[in-house]
């Protein structure tokens, strides 16, 4: 078995990475990030859900538990007005592809490590214990 150095690893994840960020799914997750970026309606809820959450956070700390909740009542009237919009519904969605996919390749490669750590030592793969736990 190829043995490799620290940097021949980064070198090959920075690739992977490169990869990864050229794929369908993160063109298209960026296509719409642009989409919500130009999108005023959203940017100006989301800047006035910012504004609306340093508000709140005056507010609780001064316990002033009446207006915190009439501001925390604005902040999800807002983010509502926002998830309705379609471009946010569609980011979401890539949002969670994107995750998926970066879920399964990090998921892959944690697997393949701890197999080849396993086989490397005699282990059992099937019962996922080293050549070391398997010998005793």
């Not at 992977?16 to 005023?40: G, P, S, W």
């Not at 309606?41 to 800047?47: A, G, L, M, P």
């Not at 393949?112 to 050549?131: H, S, Y």
């Amino acid at each position: 078995m190829a043995e490799y150095t620290r940097q021949e690893v980064m070198d090959a994840a920075r690739k992977l990475a490169d990869m990864l960020a050229n794929t369908e799914e993160i063109n298209r997750f960026k296509k719409v990030e642009a989409k919500i970026n130009q999108n005023t309606k959203v940017q100006k809820n989301i800047e006035n859900i910012k504004i609306l959450q340093k508000q709140a956070v005056n507010l609780q700390a001064y316990e002033k538990t009446e207006a915190l909740k009439k501001v925390n009542g604005e902040i999800d009237r807002l983010q509502a007005e926002i998830d309705e919009i379609p471009v946010v519904q569609e980011f979401k969605e890539t949002q969670i592809v994107v995750n998926d996919v970066l879920q399964l390749v990090s998921g892959t490669i944690a697997r393949e490590v701890k197999n080849d750590v396993i086989r490397a030592t005699g282990g059992d793969v099937l019962q996922g214990k080293t050549g070391t736990e398997v010998n005793k």
